[in-house]
């Protein structure tokens, strides 16, 4: 066999072993799409904080008791349209709730600081009003 017959065949096998190492590790597309599901409902919840942050300091340092008067999309998981579930607890202290396709955690070289890492399944952020909502990373 000639020289241009072995490389070709070596070009291939390391391809084909670096497209299934890429889906070992990253998952295939099906996974990819839930955990960017996952990122937009993250920032979904992000921005919600912040408005929430906002009412509590121009509204004499009250959290709100509801998220009623937030607006309809802003208050819902922006994938599944279920709302986030609001807990207050403290004056300045307070929770939002849903429900995660992945579990972030496990996510290769992701950073483990970051204060929106999550489960897969039911989770909830806390978050005081008194202090910045974090900043949420581009990807995971």
Avoid at 65 to 93: C, M
Wanted: hydrophobic content about 35%.
């Amino acid at each position: 066999m000639s020289r241009d017959l072995w490389a070709g065949i070596a070009a291939t096998i390391a391809v084909v072993a670096a497209a299934i190492l890429g889906f070992h590790v990253l998952g295939g597309p099906s996974n990819q799409r839930l955990v960017q599901a996952d990122l937009r409902t993250v920032r979904q919840l992000s921005e919600l904080a912040r408005q929430i942050n906002v009412t509590w300091s121009t509204g004499g340092k009250t959290l709100p008791a509801n998220l009623t008067h937030f607006p309809g999309p802003g208050k819902q998981d922006p994938v599944s349209g279920r709302p986030f579930l609001y807990h207050t607890k403290s004056s300045e202290e307070y929770e939002l709730c849903t429900t995660f396709a992945t579990d972030s955690r496990n996510v290769p070289n992701g950073n483990t600081t970051d204060p929106w890492i999550h489960p897969k399944g039911d989770y909830c952020f806390a978050f005081d009003a008194s202090q910045p909502v974090p900043f949420v990373p581009y990807s995971y």
